[in-house]
């Protein structure tokens, strides 16, 4: 299987975004919007998504917190902070400062 | 937009009210918390009030909506002096997919997944997004806060 380079994947993965916030947008449940078949082809692209994904967080909070906990297997956010996308934002772009992905 | 995906918002009075944002959705816009995701979920990506059931039915909004004091309403979404309404809509499985809050004039107010917030009638959001009102629920208009 020939692997995809790093521009592909970045140019999948734009297209995928923007299909997941278009086709979302109008959803308030959480359920669908992280279930949503783009969302979930994000999180198969693998690690290389996790700094695309934190790249598109480092411009507004989103619903990214569920696709890059499946991809790293970590969870930098407070439970306190339930709910809370700004400090979800946050705590996420301070993991990926921290691993040199941001 | 708006009017492709609500048709009831074409022959109505409606107006968008505020900026997108994704912070906080529907369901905290009417329980009047504009800084969460309400979601019943088991996850610190979305809130849900401590000690209600974390399940996607109509009782458990009702009763995420009570520890806000609101209760089912026996008159549906007729003005009401002194009294604030929240309507939740669900789909034709019954499964609850939106709330919409009441405003002083009678007009209702929602904010839309993770797009605007804006005021339109009891009908305008009827269809395929987001079902039907499935239950009203209303509480006692909070006194006004004392000026410091």
Same mark, same amino acid.
């Given at each position: 299987m020939k692997k995809k380079t790093g521009a592909a994947i970045a140019k999948i993965f734009g297209m995928l975004a923007n299909q997941w916030r278009t086709e979302t947008a109008?959803?308030?449940?959480l359920t669908d919007v992280v279930t949503h078949a783009a969302y979930q082809r994000i999180i198969g692209l &693998? %690690?290389?998504?996790v700094p695309l994904i934190l790249a598109e967080l480092a411009v507004q909070p989103d619903h990214w917190g569920w696709a890059l906990e499946a991809l790293t297997g970590e969870n930098p956010v407070?439970?306190?902070?339930? &709910? %809370?996308l700004d400090r979800i934002q946050a705590a996420w772009l301070e993991w990926g400062h921290t691993k040199g992905l941001v | 937009m708006l009017e492709a995906m609500f048709p009831g918002l074409a022959v109505g009075n409606y107006a968008i009210t505020s900026a997108k944002t994704p912070t906080y959705n529907c369901i905290a816009w009417a329980a009047g918390d504009l800084t969460r995701w309400w979601w019943?979920?088991?996850?610190?990506l979305a809130y849900w009030p401590a000690g209600?059931?974390?399940?996607?039915t109509l009782d458990a909004f009702i009763a995420a909506f009570a520890t806000l004091g609101y209760a089912p309403c026996n008159v549906g979404g007729a003005l009401e002096s002194g009294v604030e309404k929240v309507a939740l809509y669900a789909d034709r499985l019954g499964t609850p997919t939106h709330a919409a809050r009441q405003l002083p004039t009678g007009a209702w107010t929602s904010k839309l997944g993770r797009l605007e917030d804006i005021r339109h009638t009891?009908?305008?959001?009827?269809?395929?997004?987001?079902?039907?009102?499935?239950c009203v629920l209303r509480r006692d208009r909070p006194a006004a806060p004392i000026a410091p």
């Open positions: 109008l959803s308030s449940s &693998g %690690r290389p998504a407070d439970d306190e902070d339930a &709910g %809370r | 019943p979920v088991r996850s610190p209600v059931p974390c399940e996607v009891p009908e305008g959001l009827d269809g395929d997004q987001y079902g039907v009102v499935a």
